[in-house]
Each structure stands twice: as structure tokens, then as C-alpha cells.
């Protein structure tokens, strides 16, 4: 199939705006631009809901009742999951990497008002009962009467890929129509990896000379380039992209995680004054200011050569702010 002909239900405000930046591009000597897809609108925003437009269309054709995914307490994907489920009635479950927390704030206050049935697992034992959690969720459903749908961490399948493959596609028309040439480099978090794996898809085709870079800000047990590449793979092939990756065509970078995944860093924190001060754009303590403080690096350090044009793909987080006063500010 063609990616027009995959099914796919509006959820996002698109197209997402491109915003100048122009202080912090005379700082970093690059020409730098914002993909807003913190501005994808729905559900508090964010790359999430791309994905999800592929997703929740196979969810809604198999009849699904029960909407079942998983992530950090902060995890944006899991909010915009919750919201997606109720969008189209469906009970959302959430199981999350972490104890019951004392005070829901940022995205657990809003999974809390999207009325999702939350579940917390201890992290010593998340990764070995994650998978037979959200299965007993699905059981349960099932012997119900009603069926379910396990949407893995971040929404990161080869079908919730495509929605950044059809991001591509809106940007090259972006582009287009204000006759601006491609960007040098696609910059972009990596997380789950579906981001950076649907990008990497999209701009071969539409964008065949701009290089597809991501930060990643948590760790991964198989090499992100070794996932990401698979990922893309399997994703092409469902819209008959005969193209194939190997590790060695990914290129992310893994030195701006900080202390962990969910865990702000020194880097990031300063990325996200930065980039409030200079521009009044909001960045997170968890995603993009980490990303943003990478990519300040590797244009500091020739990486990214002085005078590109750099393209960073804004996935949205701005609710995962609010727990971290302390750690950004003080009191
Ligand atoms: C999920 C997320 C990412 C990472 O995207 P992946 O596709 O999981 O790699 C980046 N930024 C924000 C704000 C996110 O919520």
C-alpha cells in the first residue's frame, strides 16, 4: 500500500507551524528552525499524536474497547494515549515505571483527568513484568467480551511510524510552497526511537539529501541505531519502500542522556533556559531540553558544521515541566 492509502484518523491540528529561530541561530552559528509539534493540539500536544492517527485507525477498525500502554510517570505518550481512547470511547489503562506517586503533577495529573485506570509497577521490576502486565489487562478485557489493544512504550511499531513519515511528507510541501530548499540536518529526540525511524523513512523520500540526527535521551539495552533501523525497515515495507537500513545509516548520538531517562540533566536545564530567555520557547526537562543541549554540543564541536540549516523537531513534553520546579528554578 501507498502511505495515502494506510488508514489513518485525524486527531492532530496539522499542519504543525515552522517557527525562526533567530537568536539562538546567531549564537550557535547555524540557521536554526522549530518543527512546533508541541502544537499537534491534541491532548496537550506532541509527536504522540502523529503516531497515534495510524494507530487508534487499526484500533478502531479491530472494535477496541480497551486501550492498554505503558511509560514513565511522565510519559507524554501515555497521556495522549488516554486522551486518544476517550476521543474515540474507549477505557484507557496505563501501566506505569514507577511507585504510586504522593502528588500527581504534569502528565499523571492529566491522565488522572482523562480518567485513566492507572497501574504503577516498581522500576527493579518493571522490565521483566511490563510485557505480562499489560497482557493480564488484555485478557481481562477479552473475557469481558471486549477487545483490547496493547500500544507498546512511545507508540514505537513500524505502523505508528508512518506518522512521521507523513510529517516529512507536510514539511517538504511546507518547504515547497515557501520555496526554502531542504534543511541540512533533521534533528530530533530519541526516546522509544519511532520518531527518528519514521523521519529516517520520510526523508528518503521526500528529502533525499537532508541527514537525519538524533539525541537520545535515555539508554537502551540493543543499540538504538541496531532498533531503528529495523524499525524502518518493517515501516517502508508497509507502504512498498523497498529501501533497507542498516545500523551503520543511523546516526544517534548517546553522550546527552545525563543521569537517566526522566532524570534532568546539567545540559538540558541550561537548554531550556536558553532556549526560554532567547526565544520564549518551552523546552522539558525529560526530551527536548536534553536534545536541544546535544545538539548546542555537536554544533560546538563541528559535528553539524557551522552555517547549517538545522531543522530540531519540537516532540512536545511541556506538562513535564511542572514537577520539576525545584531542579529548574530552586524555589
Ligand atoms: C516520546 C517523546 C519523544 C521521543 O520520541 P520517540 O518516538 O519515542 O523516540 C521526544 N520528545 C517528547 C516530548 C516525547 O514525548
Known sequence: MRLEDIPRIPLGFLPT???????LSRELGVTLSVKRDDFTGFGGGGNKVRKLEFL?????????????TTGGHQSNHARMCAAAARKF???PVLVLRGNRPSEFQGNLLLDRLFGAELE???????????????????????????????????????????????????????YAETGRKAPDFIVAPVGSGGTIAGLTIGVSLFWPETKVVGIAVTGSAVPFTQRIAVMANAGAKLIDVTREWQSDDIWIETDFVGPAYGVPSEAGNAAIHAAAEKEGLLLDPVYTGKAVGGLMSIIASGKIPAGSDV???????SPALYPFTQQLVGN
Do not use: W
Open 17 to 23: 507551524p515552522i517557527d525562526a529561530m533567530p537568536r
Open 56 to 68: 487508534m485507525a487499526d484500533a478502531i477498525a479491530k472494535n477496541v474497547k480497551v486501550l492498554i
Open 89 to 91: 470511547g474507549m477505557h
Open 120 to 174: 504503577f509497577l516498581d522500576p527493579d521490576a518493571y522490565f521483566t513484568e511490563i510485557a505480562p502486565r499489560m497482557q493480564a489487562h488484555a485478557d481481562a478485557a477479552e473475557a469481558r467480551g471486549e477487545a483490547a489493544y496493547i500500544i507498546p512504550v512511545g507508540g514505537a511499531t513500524p505502523l505508528g511510524s508512518l506518522g512521521y513519515v507523513q510529517a516529512v511528507k507536510e514539511l517538504s510541501e511546507q
Open 311 to 317: 531543522l530540531f523537531v519540537h516532540c512536545g513534553g
